[in-house]
C-alpha cells in the first residue's frame, strides 16, 4: 500500500540551529499539506501545496519557516532559526487533488526537539 | 471557544466494553467528518468518513453525525487492547482545510 514518507523520524537540535524536514506523498497525488501538532493537540495546517504551488501558508511563521515543493513532487520545510516553542511533531499528508471529499493521508512525522 | 471539541481523556476501559468518542462544533457550515486513530509517535490514519447525517459502520467501528446538534461520535464494539490510541475528530465546511479536535486518548486494558 502505497504511503507517505517523512525524513528524519527524529530530529534533536539546539535553539538557533536551522533544520530541514523532508516529505514524499503517495505517488499521483498533486496535493501536499505540512501540519504541526504540538503534544496534546490536534494538527494544526502550516502549507498546503497544489503540484509546485503554494495554496495556503496563512499560518506558516514566515520570519523563520519555509517551505518548498519545486517539481511538484516531494517537499521541504525549513526551520531557520529554531526556537524552543517549534518542540512538535511536524507531519506532512497528501490527497489526490486537494478537494473537500479527497482524503488526506498522512506520513509517520517528524518528531522536533529543541533544546 | 474553539471550533471543535473533543475530550482529551484519557479513556480507560476493560477489553470488548462499547467505546463512545464524541466531538462537539460551533461551525454550522462543517459538511465532511472524519475520524482518525493515532498510534503513539506515529502519523494519524483515517478510520472513517462521513458526509452526511446519520450513521456509518464499518466492521466494529460506527461513526455518527448529528448535525442540528452540532455533534458527531464514534463508537467502538468490542474493544481490544489494540485499539489503545489517540482518536482525532477532523471536519472541513467543503473546502481542503481541515479542523482537528486536541484528540482522546484511550486506553483499553486487557
Known amino acids: 500500500e502505497a504511503e507517505v514518507a517523512q525524513s528524519p523520524r527524529y530530529k534533536i537540535t539546539e535553539k538557533s540551529q536551522a533544520v530541514a524536514f523532508w516529505c514524499d506523498p503517495i505517488s499521483g497525488h498533486a496535493t501536499l499539506y505540512w501540519y504541526r501538532q504540538i503534544l496534546g493537540q490536534g494538527p494544526e495546517l502550516l502549507v498546503q501545496?497544489?503540484?509546485?504551488?503554494?495554496?495556503?501558508d496563512s499560518q506558516l511563521p514566515k520570519d523563520r519557516f519555509s517551505a518548498e515543493r519545486l517539481k511538484g513532487v516531494d517537499s521541504t520545510l525549513k526551520i531557520q532559526p529554531a526556537e524552543l516553542g517549534d518542540s512538535a511533531m511536524y507531519l506532512c499528508a497528501s490527497s489526490w487533488r486537494g478537494r473537500n471529499i479527497d482524503t488526506q493521508y498522512f506520513g509517520p512525522g517528524t518528531r522536533l526537539t529543541v533544546l | 471557544q474553539k471550533e471543535v471539541e473533543q475530550d482529551p481523556g484519557p479513556l480507560s476501559v476493560p477489553e470488548g466494553a462499547i467505546v463512545s468518542l464524541n466531538c462537539t462544533y460551533s461551525?454550522?457550515?462543517?459538511?465532511?467528518f472524519m475520524w482518525y486513530r493515532q498510534y503513539s509517535r506515529k502519523g494519524p490514519e483515517l478510520l472513517m468518513y462521513?458526509?452526511?447525517?446519520g450513521n456509518k459502520e464499518d466492521g466494529r467501528f460506527t461513526a455518527q453525525v448529528d448535525k442540528s446538534s452540532k455533534y458527531i461520535s464514534l463508537f467502538i464494539r468490542d474493544s481490544q487492547p489494540s485499539d489503545s490510541a489517540t482518536y482525532l475528530c477532523?471536519?472541513?465546511?467543503?473546502?481542503?482545510?481541515?479542523?482537528f479536535g486536541t484528540g482522546t486518548r484511550l486506553k483499553v486494558l486487557a
Open positions: 501545496f497544489q503540484d509546485e504551488s503554494v495554496v495556503d
Open positions: 461551525n454550522s457550515a462543517f459538511q465532511y
Open positions: 462521513t458526509y452526511s447525517s
Open positions: 477532523a471536519m472541513n465546511p467543503g473546502t481542503y482545510k481541515y479542523i
